[in-house]
């Protein structure tokens, strides 16, 4: 029986009494070396066939695209790693960027309180989600799913159905347009920082390693005295706090907040998840692995749009994408089995 204070850690899930975990660890660093080959064999294609898609200005196009869906998915790499999905975050970024321009144009709050108003829109979006599932017993794809109509409907009725504009916030768009270093965004700069805590609490905190524990095993987990449905809470809210991230940065990104905007994103950031080696089934995650996955995602997609591909085929390519990702991953699942 595992101790209150020592969860499983293995990003495996828990060990078999005769084995060890180095061939389900061995097979998840294999799918981020595919990954991460997968996204040179993509970025090389396109390089060859357009002569504009190696210019910087179309690179830093592909980096602030992947920083807000990068930025999504990384949350969402802690609730997959549950077992559990969320399929929210989507319209819950354009619900926070909506919140975001209520609380510094309508109700002109300075830029940083207006921010953490934004950011705290995503996480008590995260936190209805975790009470949905951990005390009400809603399954997880049925919870986010109407959270998700939830979300939308709310940003078109906050808005009014209209944009709404930064132009008179001063500074704002400097947060996801501004260079500190210069010729990267800072919109990218988040997303690497962002990453970089995800990569600590998920391999270093308690709320990572409870979130693997209970996608390897939730019975073991609450048999070991974890209070599971406090800590499914917690990593819910967890995500929905990378989604108010994602959303600012949206927001700051076009200098406005567009309430039509978030259906389909959370099917980029989920696949951006599960090409980067992270379990439907739960127990295993990892925060590079998401990383390469959200950039193959915004490569592909800026590729086949600078190749001049109709945007019903470009919505073909990447469904084809997220079915192959998939069924990787059940591959992956019978390989462990």
């Given at each position: 029986?595992?101790?209150?204070?020592?969860?499983t850690?293995?990003?495996?899930?828990?060990?078999?009494?005769?084995?060890?975990?180095?061939?389900?660890?061995?097979?998840?660093?294999?799918?981020?070396?595919l990954?991460?080959?997968?996204?040179?064999?993509?970025?090389?294609?396109?390089?060859?066939?357009?002569?504009?898609?190696?210019?910087?200005?179309?690179?830093?196009?592909i980096?602030?695209?992947?920083?807000?869906?990068?930025?999504?998915?990384?949350?969402?790499?802690?609730?997959?790693?549950?077992?559990?999905?969320?399929?929210?975050?989507?319209?819950?970024?354009?619900?926070?960027?909506?919140?975001?321009?209520v609380?510094?144009?309508?109700?002109?709050?300075?830029?940083?309180?207006?921010?953490?108003?934004g950011?705290?829109?995503g996480?008590?979006?995260g936190l209805?989600?975790?009470?949905?599932?951990?005390?009400?017993?809603?399954?997880?794809?049925?919870?986010?799913l109407?959270?998700m109509?939830?979300?939308?409907?709310?940003?078109?009725?906050?808005s009014?159905t209209?944009?709404?504009?930064?132009?008179?916030?001063?500074?704002f768009?400097?947060?996801?347009?501004?260079?500190?270093?210069?010729?990267?965004?800072?919109?990218?700069?988040?997303?690497?920082?962002a990453?970089?805590?995800?990569?600590?609490?998920l391999?270093?905190?308690?709320?990572?390693?409870?979130?693997?524990?209970?996608?390897?095993?939730?019975?073991?987990?609450?048999?070991?005295?974890?209070?599971?449905?406090?800590?499914?809470?917690?990593?819910?809210?967890?995500?929905?706090?990378?989604?108010?991230?994602?959303?600012?940065?949206?927001?700051?990104r076009?200098n406005?907040?567009?309430?039509?905007?978030?259906?389909?994103?959370e099917?980029?950031?989920?696949?951006?998840?599960?090409?980067?080696?992270t379990?439907?089934?739960?127990?295993?995650?990892?925060?590079?692995?998401?990383?390469?996955?959200?950039?193959?995602?915004?490569?592909?997609?800026?590729?086949?749009?600078?190749?001049?591909i109709?945007?019903?085929?470009?919505?073909?390519?990447?469904?084809?994408?997220?079915?192959?990702?998939?069924?990787?991953?059940?591959?992956?699942?019978?390989?462990?089995a």
């Amino acid at each position: 029986m595992t101790s209150p204070t020592t969860p499983t850690t293995s990003t495996a899930g828990p060990a078999p009494a005769t084995g060890t975990t180095r061939g389900p660890r061995y097979r998840q660093q294999l799918q981020q070396i595919l990954a991460f080959a997968g996204l040179v064999v993509i970025f090389a294609f396109f390089s060859f066939a357009s002569p504009f898609f190696l210019e910087w200005a179309n690179i830093k196009g592909i980096l602030l695209a992947t920083a807000v869906t990068g930025i999504m998915a990384l949350g969402a790499t802690f609730v997959i790693a549950t077992g559990g999905i969320d399929l929210s975050v989507g319209t819950g970024m354009t619900l926070c960027a909506v919140m975001t321009g209520v609380f510094l144009t309508n109700l002109g709050l300075p830029l940083a309180v207006g921010v953490l108003g934004g950011i705290a829109t995503g996480a008590l979006l995260g936190l209805l989600n975790g009470l949905n599932v951990s005390f009400l017993r809603i399954p997880p794809f049925i919870a986010t799913l109407a959270m998700m109509m939830v979300a939308q409907g709310l940003s078109l009725i906050i808005s009014g159905t209209k944009p709404i504009y930064f132009s008179d916030v001063a500074g704002f768009s400097q947060i996801a347009l501004g260079e500190l270093v210069p010729g990267l965004p800072n919109a990218v700069l988040i997303f690497f920082v962002a990453a970089v805590v995800a990569g600590v609490l998920l391999s270093k905190s308690l709320i990572g390693r409870y979130a693997l524990s209970i996608g390897s095993n939730e019975e073991a987990t609450a048999i070991s005295g974890i209070n599971v449905r406090r800590w499914k809470v917690a990593v819910y809210t967890l995500a929905g706090t990378f989604t108010g991230l994602a959303g600012v940065v949206m927001a700051s990104r076009l200098n406005s907040a567009q309430p039509g905007l978030g259906l389909g994103y959370e099917l980029e950031a989920i696949a951006a998840v599960v090409i980067g080696g992270t379990s439907l089934r739960g127990g295993r995650g990892t925060i590079l692995g998401t990383v390469i996955g959200a950039l193959i995602m915004s490569t592909l997609t800026n590729g086949l749009r600078i190749m001049s591909i109709p945007q019903e085929w470009q919505k073909v390519a990447v469904g084809v994408v997220i079915l192959l990702a998939v069924y990787a991953d059940i591959l992956r699942r019978g390989k462990d089995a």
